[in-house]
């Protein structure tokens, strides 16, 4: 009989064992199909992350054993290291800065237009390429200020995720 007990003991355990390594395995597929296309995305836009990190990190806490798993098959962090973050980070940066330049070209070429043709023109026609002018200068004032805040906004949320995640 107690024999008989231990040995349903042990098969018992066995079955445990097993169950909760293919509850591991379901949790890793999941946060592997959940999370692969969040770094994709992640690479596309930046902004992403600031979607997909805070996601992660709950996902973090509620499947401690999946993440150390996925931590140590891909080497790094998983999803999102810091690496992936200051790099999404730099991006961003990179992206606004050759925005930045377009912008102030294609604006500087509309002015330098209406203000050839205040040159040709007199009267009425000039006080229009006039006006036309000052609303060009002020589209340009405008349409920076728009992105650039939109810009600020997301670089300091980068940052702020950098400065929480661990390499």
């Not at 209406?114 to 200068?137: C, F, P, W, Y």
């Amino acid at each position: 009989m107690t024999l008989l007990l231990i040995v349903l003991c042990v098969i018992a355990g066995v079955l445990l064992r097993e169950v909760r390594e293919r509850r591991r395995d379901a949790a890793i597929q999941s946060l592997l199909a959940t999370f692969g296309s969040a770094q994709a995305a992640a690479q596309q836009d930046a902004r992403q992350l600031l979607v997909w990190q805070p996601l992660a990190e709950s996902a973090r806490t509620l499947f401690p054993a999946a993440f150390a798993a996925l931590d140590t098959a891909t080497g790094h962090r998983f999803p999102f290291s810091k690496d992936l973050i200051e790099r999404a980070h730099s991006k961003w940066t990179a992206d606004w800065l050759a925005w930045e330049k377009m912008h102030d070209e294609e604006y500087r070429l509309k002015a330098a237009a209406a203000e050839q043709e205040i040159g040709r023109v007199t009267g009425e026609a000039a006080a229009l390429a006039k006006a036309r002018l000052d609303r060009i200068q002020h589209e340009k004032i405008e349409l920076y200020q728009q992105r650039y805040e939109s810009y600020v906004r997301t670089a300091k949320a980068l940052q702020a995720l950098v400065d929480r995640v661990s390499a």
